[in-house]
């Protein structure tokens, strides 16, 4: 079964600064796709950036971006000239191409706090 | 607007009275999910629904009941609900289970006392 972890349950950046928040996941597919959730307090669940695992190239959406090694099974999200805006509950999370269930499996989450 | 909605955004009852959460897309989409999210947990998947009339279990549907009667309503119905169910839940739709994003309802917030 696949599992998706995020080992920082907390992580704080200074306005303006970069931040890397770390994903890693358990998988025997090869085919897959790999996702960014951010939840601000209104709880809503906000898609940031996406990457499909046959494409080498890292996603990148303005100010984020990805580093995607799917050999070492990692997949990080960096935030770029932090704002105050970025901080929520951040989610990694994995779906199959070609499984069952087209089910989101999530990592636990990451709380980001952003300082002025 | 393309969206999913959910009713109620919260909810508080008591162990043992029926609810019903429902979930509307109006996308069209075949595949509907629904998810609930713990501290320290993420957000886990309860059922999911391919298409009308073709429901399954995801990981924790142990007191949960779906149904998928017309393609744009996914209700979750909780018929004894229980302390432990108290949690944040969200309906999710895409156009089919293989493709690359989920569009997520705002959630519902129940409290079971």
């Known amino acids: 079964a696949q599992t998706v972890t995020q080992s920082q349950p907390e992580m704080s950046v200074q306005e303006a600064e970069t931040v890397t928040l770390s994903c890693t996941y358990d998988t025997s597919e090869s085919d897959y796709y790999l996702f960014w959730y951010k939840q601000p307090p209104s709880r809503q669940m906000i898609l940031v950036i996406r990457?499909?695992?046959?494409?080498?190239q890292n996603a990148t959406e303005n100010r984020f971006s990805v580093n995607f090694q799917k050999a070492a099974k990692s997949f990080s999200l960096k935030i770029s000239d932090s704002q105050l805006g970025d901080a929520a509950m951040y989610f990694c999370a994995y779906r199959s191409r070609s499984g069952n269930t087209g089910k989101l499996i999530f990592g636990q989450g990451t709380t980001l706090q952003v300082k002025p | 607007e393309a969206q999913v909605t959910q009713n109620p955004r919260y909810l508080i009852t008591v162990t043992g009275k029926k609810l019903t959460v429902t979930c509307s897309q109006n996308?069209?989409?075949?595949?509907m999910s629904w998810y609930r999210q713990d501290p320290g947990l993420g957000l886990r998947q309860i059922y999911y629904?391919?298409?009308?009339?073709?429901?399954d279990k995801g990981d924790v549907p142990e007191g949960y009941k779906v149904s998928r009667k017309e393609k744009r309503n996914f209700p979750l119905i909780l018929e004894s609900p229980s302390p432990n169910q108290t949690s944040l839940y969200f309906c999710?739709?895409?156009?089919?289970?293989?493709?690359?994003?989920?569009?997520f309802g705002p959630g519902t917030r129940l409290t079971v006392l």
């Open positions: 629904s391919m298409n009308v009339e073709v429901t």
């Open positions: 996308m069209n989409h075949e595949y």
């Open positions: 990457q499909e695992a046959y494409k080498q």
């Open positions: 999710a739709s895409s156009p089919t289970r293989f493709t690359n994003e989920q569009f």
